[in-house]
Nanobody, 125 residues
Framework: QVQLVQSGGGLVQAGASLKLACTDS????????MGWFRQAPGKEREFVAA????????EYANSVKGRFTISRDNAKNVVYLQMSSLKPEDTANYYC??????????????????WGRGTQVTVSS
């Protein structure tokens, strides 16, 4: 059974960096595309970044391009989101997600079957 366990997050000042991690308990992780989404209070869940099974395809939201980096380590069953130059508008609950399509680095939440429980990132000005 797939379980996505998230770590990282917290409270930082604007301009700081944070790294989120998401570990998949299932041995089929390396066949899965993974994504990061975020949701701020009163707003819809929005796409942040996604990566295909081997990292050959990576997608970013325009709002984070150049500041955030998604990566994965299939040997460790983990996907990362390195966040730099954080802004107050990056404040949200961040979720990792996985789907069963290796090339499915999609920005569409409904295309992901598995979700982590979320981790809060708060950026103060």
């Amino acid at each position: 059974q797939v379980q996505l366990v998230q770590s990282g997050g917290g409270l930082v000042q604007a301009g700081a960096s944070l790294k989120l991690a998401c570990t998949d308990s299932d041995r089929t992780f390396s066949f899965r595309a993974m994504g990061w989404f975020r949701q701020a209070p009163g707003k819809e869940r929005e796409f942040v970044a996604a990566i295909s099974w081997n990292g050959g395809r990576i997608e970013y939201a325009n709002s984070v391009k150049g500041r955030f980096t998604i990566s994965r380590d299939n040997a460790k069953n983990v996907v990362y989101l390195q966040m730099s130059s954080l802004k107050p508008e990056d404040t949200a609950n961040y979720y990792c997600a996985g789907n069963n399509r290796p090339q499915g680095a999609s920005p569409i939440p409904s295309e992901y079957e598995y979700w982590g429980r979320g981790t809060q990132v708060t950026v103060s000005s």
